[in-house]
């Protein structure tokens, strides 16, 4: 049974880098496409991304400027960063896994609350 | 890349049948048989409850189902339990390795 466990930094000033990482246990880390997922309060979900074990990456076109997501197959783990954050980033960002891309998430990190603010 | 439409809210009686839409355009529901469903329950991640349209993963009840017609994905959900209250939102495969999501609909079990 897979578990996705994410951690990060919670609270961001605006133009910070806002950084996140999914370690992945229990499954296999090179079968699948790995991704970020973001809800912002009270709001619907927004694709961020997606990576393979490769370092295959695809990006959210509205987002691509600022967004990377990197691969550490050493560890089984995958990061998020979003450069020049502002209070409209501020959601609860989720890791989530996909058989391949463009298919569907089938486990779920437990989510990170990410808020912007001076 | 605009979020696919989902009615606000759903309600239904326990034991009652409902059916949520999500429409898209031909650029993603409409190409594409990989649409998804997830349920939330407030607080907590989303959950898979059905894949590539009309699969349901092992484990999910089979009062949920999906379908599609054109640029509308639908999800059913038969039997309607109190548990059954939740966030659902849809997902597309929406081209050049993309996806988008639904809005999002309430479902109120009264």
């Known amino acids: 049974q897979v578990q996705l466990q994410q951690w990060g930094a919670g609270l961001l000033k605006p133009s910070e880098t806002l950084s996140l990482t999914c370690a992945v246990y229990?499954?296999?880390?090179?079968?699948?496409?790995w991704s970020w997922i973001r809800q912002s309060p009270g709001k619907g979900l927004e694709w961020i991304g997606e990576?393979?074990?490769?370092?295959?990456?695809n990006y959210n076109p509205s987002l691509k400027s600022r967004v990377t997501i990197s691969v550490d197959t050493s560890k089984n783990q995958f990061s998020l960063e979003l450069s020049s954050v502002t209070a409209a980033d501020t959601a609860v960002y989720y890791c989530?896994?996909?058989?391949?891309?463009?298919?569907?998430?089938?486990?779920w990190g437990q989510g990170t609350l990410v808020t912007v603010s001076s | 890349q605009s979020a696919l439409t989902q009615p606000a809210s759903v309600s239904g009686s326990p034991g009652q049948s409902i059916t949520i839409s999500c429409t898209g355009t031909?650029?993603?529901?409409?190409?594409?048989?990989?649409v998804s469903w997830y349920q939330q329950h407030p607080g907590k991640a989303p959950k898979l409850m059905i894949h590539?349209?009309?699969s349901r993963p092992s484990g999910v009840s089979n009062r949920f189902s999906g379908s599609k017609s054109g640029n509308t994905a639908s999800l059913t959900i038969s039997g309607l339990q109190a548990e059954d209250e939740a966030d659902y939102y849809c997902c597309s495969y929406a081209g050049s390795s993309t996806y988008v999501f639904g809005t999002g609909t309430k479902v109120t079990v009264l």
């Open positions: 989530a896994r996909a058989p391949w891309s463009g298919s569907y998430y089938d486990s």
């Open positions: 990576i393979n074990h490769r370092g295959r990456s």
């Open positions: 031909n650029s993603d529901v409409g190409s594409y048989n990989l």
């Open positions: 229990g499954g296999s880390f090179s079968n699948y496409y």
């Open positions: 590539e349209v009309n």
